[in-house]
């Protein structure tokens, strides 16, 4: 079992800059992939970004590539999600999401694929 707490999420304005973190419990966050999932009221949970086990193999989302940037710091059971040129379209709910692997260079993209999730974050993008 791993818990999962983001934070970060808050109110920017276009053009502005957020870092997510997600902080995960337990001395075993070396062997899950990390990924970064948002949701909008109304809507299915949509990928962000994901990054595997290892930290060096990284995926994100058509809409966020050259914006967002991920990254896993295992010493520290994190990962962060740093967003960059947000837009008000990025707005939502912003989840983590760990799954167990024995693959340390594989990423997913899929919310079923993934074990764990936390609470979320909300990010806002004023215009």
């Known amino acids: 079992q791993v818990q999962l707490v983001e934070s970060g999420g808050g109110l920017v304005q276009a053009g502005g800059s957020l870092r997510l973190s997600c902080v995960a419990s337990?001395?075993?966050?070396?062997?899950?992939?990390m990924g970064w999932f948002r949701q909008i009221p109304g809507k299915d949970r949509q990928f962000v970004a994901a990054?595997?086990?290892?930290?060096?193999?990284?995926q994100f989302a058509d809409s966020v590539k050259g914006r967002f940037t991920i990254s896993k710091d295992n010493a520290k059971n994190t990962v962060y999600l740093q967003m960059n040129s947000l837009k008000p379209e990025d707005t939502a709910v912003y989840y983590c999401?760990?799954?167990?692997?024995?693959?340390?260079?594989?990423?997913?993209?899929?919310?079923?694929?993934?074990?764990?999730w936390g609470q979320g974050t909300q990010v806002t993008v004023s215009s």
């Open positions: 337990g001395r075993t966050f070396s062997t899950y992939a």
């Open positions: 990054v595997s086990r290892s930290g060096d193999n990284e």
């Open positions: 999401a760990a799954k167990s692997t024995l693959s340390s260079v594989g990423y997913y993209s899929i919310v079923g694929q993934y074990n764990f």
